[in-house]
């Protein structure tokens, strides 16, 4: 699998699971490349850290990382921090 079909697994798959999980709020897949690397970002919106937990389970900084995903890429963070969002701007045209 390649970095293109990793992001189409994250477009379709694992957009479908998330937007069936309760307090979910939207999603964002950052890519970079990184010489022979391509490194991703999943950048997650929930409600609350209780909607947080009812998708990753009791230990919401262990970061949930399909089995298809291990699959497929060659490293992962192991753990994952969650921040509140203070500010949203909006996109202007």
Do not use: K
């Not at 950052?30 to 391509?38: A, H, K, P, Q």
Request: net charge negative; charged share 30%; proline share 2%.
């Amino acid at each position: 699998m390649t970095a293109d079909d990793y992001q189409y697994h994250y477009e379709t798959d694992v957009a479908e699971h998330l937007q069936q999980v309760a307090g979910f709020c939207g999603a964002r897949l950052l890519r970079r490349n990184d010489g022979d690397e391509v490194l991703f970002t999943s950048i997650t919106f929930f409600t609350s850290m209780d909607d947080v937990r009812a998708f990753a389970g009791e230990d919401p900084e262990r970061a949930v990382v399909e089995d298809a995903a291990r699959r497929v890429l060659t490293r992962w963070d192991e753990r994952v921090t969650h921040d509140d969002v203070t500010v949203a701007l909006p996109a202007t045209s």
